[in-house]
């Protein structure tokens, strides 16, 4: 494709993503000034490499879904990342542990894409880029409760004999994660590795994220782990406030996600 082509390719491209509503190649043609022949085969090419789609009734042209998923995802994460920074290095602060805050990846794994150090010799690791299934972290049991995520087939690794592994018990833990508000991590990813994490919402009441803490057993107890909770879901709102005027999200709907509440079972 010339140096003409892409031009005008670039043409039509700026004029669907401007556009509200799906438009015929007549319109595109009309808009950009282009032949109509040019123009459909222009967008021929944008369709081939996912740039556009058609609508399936009309045949009328639209920015590709998954382009925008793309940019959204993208850009959702970068609002995240400008929201956190404050607020996760206050539950450092307040907790002195490592904190982290997590997203799903094509819902099959946990990302971590933020993290503050806890102050002490013996701390957990540098977890950022690093991914983690979801069936032993904090995170991806939160994940894995709230719908946003899903466990992959076949048999789910054990990594420590405390890894849950069977998907009838795993199931049974979710439940409690969706009553109390709140995941756990006991030494089932690693022997002496305990974390605590609490789900992110967006302006939809939708889980976009965790934040988690996490230390080795000495440190965290059951009783810090519910300490800890406290303090998560409180910061978890404060965090879905800040991501909302990063990101604005239309509604003023009551939560659908609350954390800090234990309803049954052991805390």
């Known amino acids: ?29 009309r808009r950009t000034g282009l032949h109509q022949s040019t123009t459909s085969r222009l967008l021929a090419s944008l369709q081939r490499h996912g740039l556009v789609e058609r609508d399936s009734t009309r045949g009328r042209v639209r920015i590709a879904a998954a382009l925008v998923g793309q940019i959204t995802s993208r850009s959702v994460r970068q609002a995240l990342l400008d929201a956190a920074g404050p607020i996760l290095a206050n539950i450092g602060r307040t907790t002195s542990e490592t904190v982290n805050l997590s ?26 880029g690093r991914f983690i299934p979801l069936h032993c972290s904090s ?22 004999p ?12 979710l439940r409690l994660v969706r009553r109390r508000g709140f995941a756990t991590l006991m030494d089932e990813l690693e022997p002496g590795l305990r974390a605590v994490a609490v789900p992110v919402v967006d302006g939809h009441n939708e889980v976009i994220a965790a934040v988690a803490v996490s230390g080795p057993s000495a440190r965290l107890p059951k009783r810090r782990i519910r300490e800890c909770a406290d303090v998560l879901s409180q910061a978890s709102v404060a965090l879905t406030a800040r991501f909302a005027s990063a990101w604005p999200q239309p509604g003023n709907a009551e939560p659908a996600v609350r954390g800090g509440t234990c309803v049954d079972g052991p805390c």
């Open 1 to 29: 494709m010339g140096v003409q082509a892409v031009e005008r390719a670039c043409r039509l491209l700026t004029e669907v993503i401007r556009t509200a509503e799906p438009l015929s190649v007549g319109e595109l043609s």
């Open 103 to 128: 997203v799903p990846v094509a819902g099959k794994l946990v990302d971590n894409i933020a993290q503050v150090d806890a102050p002490h010799f013996l701390a957990t690791t540098n977890w950022v």
């Open 139 to 160: 995170p991806g049991k939160i994940f894995l409760a709230y719908g946003v995520a899903e466990l992959p087939n076949g048999p789910l690794a054990r990594f420590t």
């Open 162 to 173: 405390q890894t849950i592994t069977d998907r009838r018990a795993l199931e049974a833990e």
